[in-house]
């Protein structure tokens, strides 16, 4: 309590019970030159206490050099970029992680807007648009077209507008990660990620960032950029049968739907022309394939409906 000559005012101290949140990030690397620049970048971004871990798979020159930058090593055992972010993952002490690409092809700052948005509880898990950035040469038409052919399938499946779900750069918090951990990772790339947070009822999003044209040695991701692609699409429509069976039984549905159209059109145009109507069993199967198509359409709304309830039962246990 203070006096002033005007009266008794009390001085009120609010104790700060905000903790700081620790930030984690992970990086994949083969054998990158370009990693040995971003690693003191991202300690000048987001300061020198965030935990950098390398899960590394190189020459001994190479690690002995990597181990003078004074980040966290851990060896690649397992192949593919999945295994090697699971294993930073688990390993990583964060409250928010956060990985990025070693070959310095991802704009550094992506990183800092994607733990913003989750810091301000906007999101759960955020990927780096590269398609919001693309710089000169980055990417070919080729490549283009497969993000964003394999960014639409991943958007119709589960309800959310991602248009680049490849990228090789995303943040997710602690708690959603944990959700995941134990799952065995198959080649999906970052797409790995994204299927199964999105499967478990995280909110997703994305923010542009820059993408620039490799500087140092080729893609390690895949032999067949095209086989790969192939098999994310294949993780991506596999996981719609218990994500969304909606789509799967719609599908199916209107395929009967179409087909008995088009019989039971063909049956109309030989009655007009003819005048006479002989086609009875052309008739009934068209019939048929109408009311299964309408069957699997209705099988697939009472499936999506009992899915739907399933989940928020399991986050609200959770």
Request: proline share 2%; charged share 25%; aromatic share 10%.
């Amino acid at each position: 309590m203070f006096k002033f000559p005007f009266g008794d005012v009390k001085m009120v101290f609010k104790k700060n019970n905000s903790k700081k949140l620790r930030i984690s990030i992970v990086i994949p690397n083969m054998q990158e030159e370009a990693l040995f620049g971003i690693i003191p970048k991202l300690r000048n971004l987001l300061g020198n206490d965030i935990e950098i871990i390398i899960v590394n798979m190189s020459s001994k020159e190479y690690l002995q050099k990597l181990q003078k930058t004074k980040v966290t090593i851990l060896k690649q055992e397992k192949k593919g970029v999945e295994a090697a972010i699971i294993k930073g993952l688990k390993y990583a002490h964060g409250d928010i992680l956060a990985s990025i690409d070693a070959d310095g092809t991802h704009e550094l700052d992506g990183i800092k807007k994607a733990i913003d948005l989750i810091k301000s509880n906007k999101a759960d898990f955020v990927l780096g648009n590269r398609f919001g950035g693309l710089q000169k040469e980055s990417m070919n038409a080729y490549l283009r077209f497969g993000n964003a052919f394999l960014s639409l399938l991943y958007s119709i499946v589960y309800r959310i507008h991602i248009h680049d779900v490849l990228t090789g750069l995303f943040a997710v918090k602690r708690e959603a990660f944990d959700e995941i951990r134990d799952v065995k990772p198959y080649r999906a790339g970052i797409g790995f990620f994204a299927i199964e947070i999105a499967k478990r009822g995280y909110k997703i999003d994305e923010i542009p960032i820059k993408y620039y044209k490799r500087n140092y040695g080729k893609s390690k991701l895949a032999k067949s950029k095209f086989i790969y692609g192939i098999g994310v699409a294949i993780h991506i429509i596999r996981s719609a049968r218990d994500f969304s069976p909606l789509l799967i039984f719609s599908g199916i549905g209107i395929l009967f739907i179409i087909a008995g159209l088009a019989l039971g059109i063909h049956i109309l145009i030989i009655f007009l022309s003819t005048n006479t109507f002989t086609l009875t069993g052309r008739a009934l199967a068209s019939f048929l394939f109408l009311m299964i198509g309408v069957l699997f359409i209705i099988a697939g709304l009472i499936l999506d409906l009992l899915t739907d309830v399933k989940r928020k039962i399991e986050r609200i246990n959770n």
